[in-house]
C-alpha cells in the first residue's frame, strides 16, 4: 500500500485534484467528509460540539450549521482548538478503519485539508501539495462559494501558509491554469505514484 497525503489550502483545488484520483483507481479517503460524519445527529461528536458551543449552532432539523460554528471557530484560535479536539480524534479513528478495509497494493489517497497545519507529513510516503496563490484562491471562495471576503481571507489566515505547505510538498500540483492543464498534470502525477 502506499500511502498519499493529498493537501491544498481552501480554494486550490484539492477536490478536483482528489476527484481525478480517484477515478483514476486511487482509493480516496476524505478528512472532510469524515468530519461531517462524525458530527451527524446523534453523533457523540454533535453531542460534545453542542456541549462546548451551544444550541445555537444547530439548525431548526437538528443538524449542525456548519457555516454558523465556522463563522465562530474560524475568528477564534482557541475555540478554533476546542473543535479541532472534539472532531480530529474521531476522524482519526474512522480513516484507520478505511485504511484497514483498502484491498492490498492499493495507492490510498488522503485528502487532508490540514496536514500541514497539523505536522502530519510523515504519516504519508508521499505529500502532495495543490497549490495557487491565496489571490487565486480569494476570487474562487467568492465566485464558486459566494463567500464574503472577509470570512474568506479569516479561513486563509486560520490555515498554514502556502509556504509553509510548499516545505512539506514531495510533489506539487500548480492549480492556477485551466482545468485541462490540471487534467494533464494529474495524470502526470498518478502515472508516477502507479510506478511506485
Excluded: C
Amino acid at each position: 500500500m502506499l500511502k498519499v497525503g493529498l493537501t491544498g489550502g481552501i480554494g486550490s483545488g484539492k477536490s478536483e485534484v482528489s476527484r481525478r484520483l480517484a477515478a483514476g483507481g486511487a482509493v480516496v479517503i476524505d478528512a472532510d467528509k469524515i468530519a461531517r460524519e462524525v458530527v451527524e445527529p446523534g453523533t457523540p461528536g454533535l453531542a460534545e460540539i453542542v456541549e462546548a458551543f451551544g444550541e445555537g449552532i444547530l439548525r431548526s432539523d437538528g443538524t449542525l450549521d456548519r457555516e454558523r460554528l465556522g463563522s465562530i471557530v474560524f475568528a477564534d484560535t482557541g475555540k478554533l482548538k476546542i473543535l479541532n479536539g472534539i472532531v480530529h480524534p474521531k476522524v482519526g479513528a474512522r480513516v484507520g478503519e478505511l485504511q484497514q478495509a483498502a484491498p492490498e497494493g492499493s495507492i490510498v489517497v488522503y485528502d487532508v485539508p490540514l496536514l500541514a497545519e497539523n505536522n502530519l507529513a510523515g504519516l504519508y510516503d508521499v505529500v502532495i501539495v495543490v497549490d495557487a496563490s491565496d489571490e487565486i484562491r480569494l476570487e474562487r471562495l467568492r465566485k464558486f462559494r459566494d463567500m464574503p471576503e472577509s470570512e474568506a481571507r479569516a479561513r486563509l489566515a486560520a490555515q498554514a501558509s502556502r509556504e509553509d505547505r510548499l516545505k512539506i510538498a514531495d510533489i506539487v500540483i500548480d492549480n492556477e491554469g485551466s482545468l485541462d492543464a490540471l487534467d494533464a498534470r494529474v495524470a502526470e502525477v498518478w502515472a508516477g505514484l502507479r510506478s511506485r
